[in-house]
């Protein structure tokens, strides 16, 4: 077998298959007559679907990718405490875009602007506030254009319109941090542990543990004396976000500690029954409440972890193994300008909803409404890779 190398091709590959299923999945939930174990389950279902692995699979990702960034920026001589400066302010950026977009579900028609035009807008914001500015733009046009892009997102939040459940016109508020939201304070717990610990294996594996026995904990009640410090204190998702991140650090320190020194049979091993043991703890924390993404169940965490860590260890043999690339290509743009990615669907369904524009009925069911939701998901990715090729992509 080839020995493994000191970095991995496969983790990008894995982030531009997973971000190609989430803008599927994300566009593929309005489409009627597919079965429905592909969607995401019911609230309140013992169950899970095929949506609801994805958005773990990409904190796993995000894991994977850390100790690689981090160790870059050390390498770089970059000191600690400048590290953790860039932690913070990446992990803010993606905090305030997940404020912005969670603020989107209860956009209020009563607000000055239609919600698609300030929907569009605010994407605008984020891409001059956080665009990866080529060297050729003079600095003092860099910060000008970032200074705009900070402008807008004030007006915006000026002059944004909420609707409570009682119909009650709010400002905006915090909500549950939205998709990106989430990322970014996982990422700033998972990656601050990594860059403090300096590290140590032991500690990765510890603090997945801990993560995922608060989780636990919570479920099965033995937290709710801490209840009326809840609403302040808390570990995101009750620790099941940090779980899924802390579990893809893990794998890549256990990576960079074993493999490629003539011990890539017990890497192996050890990411194979680290996988199967998710899954195994997984069904085994099924009676604490179910399996549930909406309800951040243990049982959930467990399960999706270990199909993500077993899915990256295919990516490996294929990738990295087998040097089995070339089928990356066309999605390629999806795990280096994954941010682009995500956002241009908030333009794209903007401009849909400001155009009144509906697929034909055909499009919206079955076989028809799968195609085009997959077609959405490529068309998207092609888009992100032009932008890319004019230097326009977000990076935080």
């Not at 508020?173 to 990322?183: D, H, N, R, S, V």
Request: aromatic share 16%.
């Amino acid at each position: 077998m080839k020995q493994l190398q000191r970095r991995l091709l496969s983790i990008d590959v894995f982030r531009a298959v997973t971000m190609l299923l989430m803008i599927f999945v994300n566009d593929f939930d309005g489409v009627t007559g597919v079965p429905e174990w592909i969607k995401h389950a019911p609230a309140n279902e013992d169950a899970l679907g095929f949506a609801d692995i994805i958005f773990p699979a990409f904190l796993v990702i995000v894991g994977l990718s850390i100790p690689f960034a981090i160790r870059s920026r050390l390498h770089r001589r970059q000191s600690t405490s400048r590290v953790f400066i860039y932690i913070l302010e990446r992990s803010l950026a993606l905090l305030v875009m997940g404020f912005f977009h969670v603020n989107l579900e209860n956009y209020s028609s009563a607000a000055f602007l239609p919600k698609p035009v300030w929907e569009i807008l605010i994407t605008i914001g984020f891409f001059l506030i956080w665009l990866d500015y080529p060297e050729k733009v003079k600095r003092n046009t860099r910060y000008l254009l970032q200074a705009a892009g900070i402008v807008l997102l004030a007006i915006m939040a000026i002059l944004y319109k909420g609707e409570s459940a009682t119909g009650v016109l709010v400002p905006m508020q915090p909500q549950w941090y939205g998709i990106l939201g989430l990322i970014g304070w996982s990422y700033i717990i998972c990656a601050s542990i990594y860059l403090f610990s300096k590290g140590k294996l032991a500690i990765q594996f510890i603090a997945w543990a801990l993560f995922f026995l608060f989780s636990v904990a919570t479920h099965a009640h033995l937290l709710n004396w801490l209840q009326p410090v809840h609403r302040f204190v808390w570990i995101v998702g009750s620790g099941s976000m940090p779980a899924f991140t802390m579990a893809g650090v893990a794998v890549s320190v256990l990576y960079s500690t074993v493999a490629g020194k003539n011990r890539d049979a017990l890497f192996w091993s050890l990411l194979i029954a680290f996988g199967v043991f998710n899954i195994i703890i997984g069904f085994g924390t099924r009676p604490l409440d179910g399996i549930s993404k909406i309800h951040d169940t243990p049982s959930w965490v467990g399960i999706c972890t270990g199909i993500a860590i077993l899915v990256f260890a295919l990516m490996i043999y294929i990738v990295d193994i087998k040097e089995q690339t070339n089928w990356y290509k066309a999605i390629r743009p999806a795990g280096t300008s994954t941010l682009t990615c995500y956002l241009i669907p908030y333009i794209l369904y903007s401009f849909y909803e400001l155009f009144h524009f509906h697929f034909m009925p055909f499009l919206n069911e079955g076989i028809g409404g799968f195609i085009r939701s997959f077609a959405t998901a490529f068309i998207v990715i092609w888009i992100a890779g032009w932008l890319e090729k004019k230097s326009i992509r977000i990076k935080v």
